[in-house]
């Protein structure tokens, strides 16, 4: 069964909220929003969507737990679905431009670059800025020699507000898949600094520093794993960065 097909749309009424579960508390839509945030913070996607699911369970026209949902889709490669949801939300929300910029991030890592485009291109439109649509467009132009990628991130730091640390690490990780790993860098420090608990980041920062080659990438990692422990990515990482590090010193000697 795919993921989607467990998503739930919650009570389509205003602000109704459906029964806790006998012995727990009622919660938020904002808490269940927030800890999406949180899980998605750690790199763990999984949970971070089925929170997202909780909070529009409380709230149906939450905007930020349908945003989340869809997002987390992706980074599940659950693309196709990602669209769906996203047009959903697009019936209760067509006036957002993050939703359309969702969807032309999917259809990218989908390999539909034509409708990746259209979709990206119609979000920019709307003249409605918001960070999520020029990160979209970097994301678009990702795997071309554009020099208008850099540009595109730079318009989504600039517009970032309250979720700035979120943008700057969302910027630093499509900078490392460019292989910009300096300009990735500054991105990730800055981000880490102020969310020195988010294994995400750390994971994010760790690989660009053994890209670059810097003695810090195994530090990095080791606290990746330490916030987040048994995350096979992340261990995966730190055991060739220390192998590396290992034969480097060797081979010094």
């Given at each position: ?8 749309l919650?009570?389509?009424s205003?602000g109704?909220?459906s029964p806790p579960?006998?012995g ?12 999406g ?5 750690a790199?763990d996607?999984?949970?971070a ?6 909070a ?11 945003l989340?949902q869809?997002l ?28 359309l910029a969702?969807k032309?991030?999917a259809?990218a890592?989908d390999g ?5 485009i259209a979709?990206s291109d119609?979000?920019?439109?709307m ?10 467009r970097?994301?678009v ?15 989504a ?5 309250n979720d700035?640390l ?15 790993f ?5 991105y ?6 102020h969310?020195?608990?988010s ?8 690989f ?8 810090q ?13 048994h ?14 590090g ?6 010094g000697?």
């Amino acid at each position: 069964m795919k993921r989607f097909s467990k998503l739930e749309l919650g009570d389509k009424s205003p602000g109704r909220k459906s029964p806790p579960p006998h012995g727990e508390p009622l919660r938020s839509a904002e808490y269940f929003a927030g800890e999406g945030l949180r899980f998605w913070l750690a790199g763990d996607f999984e949970p971070a969507l089925r929170n997202y699911c909780r909070a529009l369970e409380q709230n149906s026209i939450f905007f930020p737990a349908w945003l989340g949902q869809v997002l987390m889709l992706i980074e599940l490669g659950e693309y196709r679905e990602a669209v769906l949801w996203a047009d959903k939300a697009l019936e209760m929300f067509p006036e957002h431009p993050e939703l359309l910029a969702a969807k032309a991030i999917a259809c990218a890592r989908d390999g539909k670059m034509d409708k990746a485009i259209a979709y990206s291109d119609n979000s920019i439109a709307m003249n409605n800025a918001a960070p999520l649509v020029w990160l979209a467009r970097a994301e678009v132009l990702l795997n071309r020699k554009n020099h208008i990628f850099e540009s595109c991130i730079s318009k989504a730091v600039a517009l970032a507000a309250n979720d700035g640390l979120i943008v700057r690490l969302w910027a630093g990780r499509l900078l490392n898949q460019n292989g910009n790993f300096p300009a990735a860098l500054k991105y990730l420090q800055s981000a880490i600094e102020h969310l020195p608990k988010s294994a995400l980041a750390w994971y994010e920062l760790g690989f660009c520093q053994a890209a670059l080659g810097r003695p810090q990438a195994a530090a990095s990692l080791r606290q990746c794993v330490k916030l987040r422990p048994h995350w096979i990515a992340a261990e995966d990482a730190l055991r060739k960065c220390e192998t590396k590090g290992f034969w480097s010193r060797l081979l010094g000697k």
